[in-house]
């Protein structure tokens, strides 16, 4: 089932990546219940989650069962063992679970999209450094921020950022309260040759953050927060559904007059509450971010406001 199912979509994916001139795509999540799966390319190298469920499977019977998935794997997307790397995935009670470190192994690399460069780990921690899902989102605003100033909140390893500084953003300010994805951020920015004197790293606690700026201050701000963080480090904890609202008017109060909130979030369930945020116009962009390797599914929700 699974390799009938691999070779159709990676065929068709395939094509449509290199028309594209993408290196770094998904070419499976989740599609048959018994291989509950994403599998993701980056370039020369695959990256196989396997999200938790109740299998039924001995210890030893789930190894067999993973062993012979991989080399299902292996062999449709003519990729060696070695460059296969597998991740146990549940869903956390907080981004910053998926911070902690899963293995002291390191495998880093260099993947590139629309002509950039981005530091990507396999290894190590739950998530590779590089959401794939947002590669639409992040041409849209390199697209508008030449001479912008650009706010980027939760900006986890900056990669909106790099987009805003190739897109000629004037200044860009990245927000985050974890000093290793911080720390990340300015190492994809000085990759790209980008001057992180002058585009900056803070590191904050957003909610806190958000009541220092003054009004009217960026141009251009993206909003990408967790669904649901109880981080001891963070003051409160963080439910989008509940607290979207008081967030987004914080941010819009620190937008310039006409000026743009790209707001997104993971919550499948999610209802923006638009009558009470104090915004010109809100346009919901979610189908038209969605790339061609997540049509199957609506993993999140996207948002354009205007103040």
């Known amino acids: 089932m699974l390799e009938n199912r691999l070779i159709k979509v990676f065929k068709h994916l395939r094509k449509t990546a290199r028309r594209q001139n993408i290196t770094c795509y998904r070419v499976y999540d989740d599609d048959i219940p018994e291989?509950?799966?994403?599998?993701?390319?980056?370039?020369?190298?695959?990256?196989?989650?396997?999200?938790?469920?109740?299998?039924?499977?001995?210890?030893?019977?789930?190894?067999?069962?993973?062993?012979?998935?991989?080399?299902?794997?292996?062999?449709?997307?003519?990729?060696p063992p070695g460059k296969i790397f597998v991740k146990q995935r549940q869903r956390k009670a907080s981004r910053q679970d998926q911070y902690e470190k899963l293995s002291f192994e390191s495998h880093e690399m260099i993947a590139h999209e629309a002509g950039l460069s981005f530091k990507v780990n396999l290894s190590d921690y739950l998530d590779t450094g590089l959401f794939l899902d947002h590669r639409i989102t992040r041409g849209m605003v390199r697209a508008e921020c030449?001479?912008?100033?650009?706010?980027?909140?939760?900006?986890?390893?900056?990669?909106?950022?790099?987009?805003?500084?190739?897109?000629?953003?004037?200044?860009?300010?990245?927000?985050?309260?974890?000093?290793?994805?911080?720390?990340?951020?300015?190492?994809?920015?000085?990759?790209?040759?980008?001057?992180?004197?002058?585009?900056?790293?803070?590191?904050a606690d957003v909610l806190q953050y958000l009541d220092t700026l003054p009004a009217n201050e960026f141009d251009i701000v993206v909003l990408d927060p967790?669904?649901?963080?109880?981080?001891?480090?963070?003051?409160?904890?963080?439910?989008?559904?509940?607290?979207?609202?008081?967030?987004?008017?914080?941010?819009?109060?620190?937008?310039?007059?006409?000026?743009?909130?790209?707001?997104?979030?993971?919550?499948?369930?999610?209802?923006?509450?638009?009558?009470q945020v104090n915004a010109s116009a809100i346009k919901d962009i979610?189908?038209?971010?969605?790339?061609?390797?997540?049509?199957?599914?609506?993993?999140?929700?996207?948002?354009?406001?205007?103040?």
């Not at 650009?150 to 900056?158: D, M, P, S």
């Not at 109880?230 to 979207?244: G, T, V």
Request: a negative charge; one cysteine or more.
């Open 35 to 79: 291989f509950p799966f994403s599998i993701d390319l980056y370039e020369d190298h695959v990256y196989v989650s396997e999200y938790q469920r109740q299998h039924g499977m001995e210890e030893e019977a789930h190894e067999t069962w993973l062993d012979s998935s991989l080399e299902v794997i292996a062999k449709v997307l003519e990729t």
């Open 146 to 203: 030449a001479d912008k100033k650009v706010l980027n909140l939760f900006c986890y390893t900056g990669s909106f950022s790099v987009y805003a500084a190739a897109g000629g953003a004037s200044q860009i300010v990245s927000v985050d309260l974890s000093k290793t994805y911080l720390a990340w951020a300015e190492e994809n920015m000085k990759l790209n040759g980008f001057d992180t004197d002058k585009h900056i790293v803070v590191h």
């Open 226 to 275: 967790p669904t649901f963080s109880n981080s001891k480090r963070m003051k409160e904890f963080l439910d989008i559904q509940r607290d979207h609202v008081t967030i987004l008017n914080k941010v819009l109060h620190a937008t310039k007059a006409g000026g743009t909130v790209y707001f997104s979030n993971n919550y499948r369930r999610f209802v923006l509450e638009a009558d």
């Open 286 to 307: 979610t189908t038209q971010t969605i790339p061609f390797d997540f049509q199957q599914k609506l993993i999140r929700k996207c948002y354009k406001i205007t103040k």
